[in-house]
């Protein structure tokens, strides 16, 4: 199957990014099970250690946790899956402001901006 990776990150870390983004969006579950390294790797085309580095780092963060004979799982930690779910919140907010910043727009145009597109859009996500 294989996925699309940026040549300019680690493929572990935008691996990891994906998985964080699945358990903000709701795809993945608190204590739900994640894939084996090895399906993992056949379903992202990638090497099993690639996937096992992604999931020792999200370990690592706190994200998830490796039961031994069992697998790894999403972590049933309310506070950890708040503050992952704020820090993307905030990193998007940051990537954003940057690149309108560059392209020289004011803080008030991008509020202005932001307003205007929620006026048109409503409350429809997307």
């Known amino acids: 199957m294989g996925e699309e990776f940026n040549p300019s990150k680690p493929i572990y870390l935008q691996l990891a990014e994906r998985i964080n983004y699945q358990i903000v969006r709701k795809e993945l579950s608190a204590g739900e099970k994640l894939p084996s390294v090895r399906e993992m790797a056949i379903r992202s085309g990638v090497n099993p250690n690639t996937v096992q580095r992604t999931y020792s780092e999200l ?21 950890v899956l708040t503050t992952l779910r704020e820090t993307l919140k ?3 907010i940051t990537h954003f402001v940057s690149d309108m910043r560059e392209m020289g727009f ?9 307003e205007e597109y929620f006026q048109v859009k409503g409350s429809k996500k997307g």
């Open 59 to 79: 370990e690592r963060m706190g994200i998830v946790e490796t039961k031994r004979g069992q697998g790894t799982f999403v972590t049933e930690i309310e506070s």
């Open 90 to 92: 905030k990193d998007q």
């Open 106 to 114: 004011s803080d008030e145009e991008m509020i202005q901006g932001l």
